[in-house]
């Protein structure tokens, strides 16, 4: 039986938090994990970003959500899948909070600054919502431009629902976004359904 990959990133989220306060300690703040313009500056941390957080609470929160949303995507897919889609969403979530958010915002790059798993958690939640057998079916009765808009209002949706001062707002819509776009092809899933037509299951029923 393959390691959940849910507690995998569980545990790499604990090692880094302990490693964040490490370099509190030592004097260097939380620097060398948070995400700012320019990229080129500190380019590790597009993926320590992914998994760093600001206090105690923001952990829980967050450990939290991805258990409800990790358990429920990690059914349909590989631990490689897995851990590949959680990086590769979670630091796009970040990117598009710092390029859009300064940008409009009209700021100097390196004025905002951001941390934390809730874009690849938002992002494995739009997996759940539209990766699952009955999205699908609805989802393909649409047209594209309704699929489009659809994908939109619901990740304008949770994103107001979690909206804040101080929240990553553009993070969070980005995620979801790409969680629900992923879920629509059925990206994560792995073709398990071909290795039973090699292997049919002996009891026949008619």
């Given at each position: 039986?393959?390691?959940?990959?849910?507690?995998t990133?569980?545990?790499?989220?604990?090692?880094?938090?302990?490693?964040?306060?490490?370099?509190?300690?030592?004097g260097?703040?939380n620097?060398?994990?948070?995400?700012?313009?320019p990229l080129?500056?500190?380019?590790?941390?597009?993926?320590t970003?992914?998994?760093?957080?600001?206090?105690?609470?923001?952990?829980?929160?967050?450990?939290?959500?991805?258990v409800?949303?990790g358990?429920?995507?990690e059914?349909?897919?590989?631990?490689?899948?897995?851990h590949?889609?959680?990086?590769?969403?979670?630091a796009?979530?970040?990117?598009?909070?710092?390029?859009f958010?300064?940008?409009?915002a009209?700021?100097?790059?390196?004025?905002?600054?951001?941390?934390?798993?809730?874009g690849a958690?938002?992002?494995?939640?739009g997996?759940a919502?539209?990766?699952?057998a009955?999205?699908?079916?609805?989802?393909s009765?649409?047209?594209?431009?309704?699929?489009?808009?659809?994908?939109f209002?619901?990740?304008?949706?949770?994103t107001?629902?979690?909206?804040g001062?101080?929240?990553?707002?553009?993070?969070?819509?980005?995620?979801i976004a790409?969680?629900?776009?992923?879920?629509?092809?059925?990206?994560l899933?792995?073709t398990?359904?071909?290795?039973?037509?090699d292997?049919?299951d002996?009891?026949q029923?008619?």
């Amino acid at each position: 039986m393959s390691r959940s990959p849910t507690l995998t990133t569980l545990k790499i989220i604990l090692v880094v938090f302990v490693l964040q306060l490490v370099s509190v300690t030592i004097g260097l703040g939380n620097e060398p994990f948070v995400l700012h313009l320019p990229l080129t500056d500190e380019p590790w941390t597009i993926v320590t970003s992914v998994y760093a957080h600001s206090g105690l609470m923001h952990l829980i929160g967050n450990c939290i959500a991805l258990v409800l949303f990790g358990l429920a995507v990690e059914y349909f897919t590989t631990p490689l899948r897995y851990h590949a889609f959680f990086v590769i969403s979670g630091a796009l979530s970040g990117i598009a909070q710092v390029v859009f958010t300064t940008g409009l915002a009209m700021l100097p790059p390196g004025s905002i600054r951001v941390l934390g798993a809730s874009g690849a958690i938002f992002a494995l939640l739009g997996y759940a919502i539209s990766g699952n057998a009955l999205s699908a079916g609805l989802l393909s009765r649409l047209g594209r431009r309704v699929q489009i808009l659809l994908i939109f209002l619901i990740a304008a949706f949770f994103t107001a629902q979690n909206a804040g001062p101080g929240v990553a707002n553009m993070a969070h819509f980005a995620g979801i976004a790409i969680g629900l776009v992923a879920g629509r092809f059925q990206l994560l899933h792995t073709t398990s359904e071909s290795n039973t037509d090699d292997h049919p299951d002996p009891l026949q029923t008619y």
